[in-house]
């Protein structure tokens, strides 16, 4: 449980003793002394309220000590709920909960977004490709510190979730149910394998990639639900080797990732139904013209055609592999909705 959950609760539990003590002092005026509802409330308030008013009818000796009775138990649940009141407010407590409250209803609005879980090393690289690239994209993490941290470092205020991302009901308050993707960057191959079980039986439809350690945990996160799994350990010795053999396409791929300046990528965009582009070729679609982008490669059906000639055709359900910078990608995405969408 969290602060902001601990003094929430403290906050609610107060308010509902104090009505509870309310309804006893009216309830209790009624029946020990027989008093009209209207005088009943007006004692009831002016005893919890300690004003110091006198009486409003003359009290039976089982009244008074009802009545002493009324005013320990309100002092006590007073004083208790003003310490909880003052240590919620001076804390920074108030503050935190109402920018929880907005972050949640943030993420309410978010559709066809991504879900990063785990902000470690890995999770930070992701984080920053998806702020480059201008993704949608909720963080979860059990350390509120770390998200903080990587919020300065690449100076974003994304969405974020402090929590178990192992567990259903924080991967449902971060959408999983309209989202469009989750990847795992967890420590730890059961965790990951925890967390793709759990979101795979929360969207059947959700594309999930996970972080693999091990290598037989491969097989095991295939199984439960990963799309595809990626183990830093190989893909580090591939790079290492493509370092001394193609130097010059490392270096090209690496300015296009890390060059803080530039948002350079290689990128798919696939042709929804109902396009504009149905039917048409690459040439006639003027795709290079209206956005600057290079085809370098179309999938169509389960296969690819690489670096495609102009007269080839364009059909719902093809990839475009387009080369550019993220402005001119997503001058491309509009471009290939249906008018009817625009």
């Known amino acids: 449980m969290t602060e902001e959950q601990f003094y929430e609760k403290r906050l609610i539990t107060v308010t509902f003793t104090v009505i509870a003590i309310f309804f006893m002092g009216v309830v209790g005026y009624r029946v020990i002394e027989g008093w009209p509802f209207l005088d009943a409330i007006y004692m009831t308030v002016i005893t919890l309220a300690t004003i110091?008013?006198?009486?409003?009818?003359?009290?039976?000796?089982?009244?008074?000590?009802?009545?002493?009775?009324?005013?320990?138990?309100?002092?006590?649940?007073?004083?208790?709920?003003?310490?909880?009141?003052?240590?919620?407010?001076?804390e920074g407590q108030f503050g935190r909960?109402?920018?929880?409250?907005?972050?949640?209803?943030?993420?309410?609005?978010?559709?066809?977004?991504?879900?990063?879980?785990?902000?470690?090393?890995?999770?930070r690289c992701v984080v920053s490709e998806f702020v480059k690239t201008k993704q949608p994209?909720?963080?979860?993490?059990?350390?509120?510190?770390?998200?903080?941290?990587i919020q300065q470092t690449y100076n974003d205020d994304f969405?974020?979730?402090?929590?178990?991302?192992?567990?259903?009901?924080?991967l449902t308050a971060a959408g999983i149910e309209c989202a469009r993707g989750l990847i795992s960057t967890l420590n730890s191959d059961k965790d990951n394998l925890f967390v793709v079980?759990?979101?795979?039986?929360?969207?059947?439809?959700?594309?999930?990639?996970?972080?693999v350690i091990e290598p037989a945990s491969e097989r095991k996160l295939i199984t439960a639900g990963a799309n595809n799994v990626v183990s830093p350990n190989i893909i580090g010795g591939l790079r290492m080797a493509s370092l001394m053999i193609r130097p010059a396409v490392v270096s090209f791929l690496d300015l296009m990732i890390r060059q803080q300046n530039a948002t350079l990528r290689i990128e798919e965009?696939?042709?929804?139904?109902?396009?504009?582009?149905?039917?048409?070729?690459i040439a006639s679609s003027k795709i290079f013209t209206k956005t600057g982008l290079l085809i370098i490669a179309m999938k169509k059906?389960?296969?690819?055609?690489?670096?495609?000639?102009?007269?080839?055709?364009?059909?719902?359900?093809?990839?475009?592999?387009?080369?550019?910078?993220?402005?001119?990608?997503?001058?491309?995405?509009?471009?290939?909705?249906?008018?009817?969408?625009?």
């Open 97 to 123: 909960l109402v920018r929880q409250r907005r972050m949640e209803k943030r993420i309410k609005q978010l559709s066809e977004h991504y879900i990063i879980c785990g902000g470690g090393e890995t999770g």
């Open 301 to 342: 059906g389960l296969g690819y055609v690489y670096n495609p000639p102009p007269e080839t055709g364009l059909q719902t359900g093809d990839v475009l592999i387009v080369i550019g910078d993220v402005d001119q990608i997503n001058s491309l995405k509009k471009l290939v909705k249906p008018s009817s969408l625009l």
């Open 137 to 149: 994209f909720v963080l979860i993490d059990l350390n509120k510190d770390n998200i903080i941290d």
């Open 269 to 281: 965009v696939e042709l929804p139904p109902e396009t504009d582009m149905d039917g048409k070729t």
């Open 197 to 211: 079980l759990t979101a795979r039986s929360l969207n059947e439809e959700l594309r999930i990639v996970s972080r």
């Open 52 to 90: 110091g008013y006198g009486e409003t009818r003359p009290l039976s000796n089982q009244g008074r000590v009802f009545t002493i009775f009324l005013i320990l138990s309100g002092l006590g649940i007073m004083g208790y709920g003003l310490g909880i009141s003052a240590s919620f407010i001076v």
């Open 159 to 170: 969405c974020y979730i402090v929590g178990d991302a192992t567990k259903d009901a924080v």
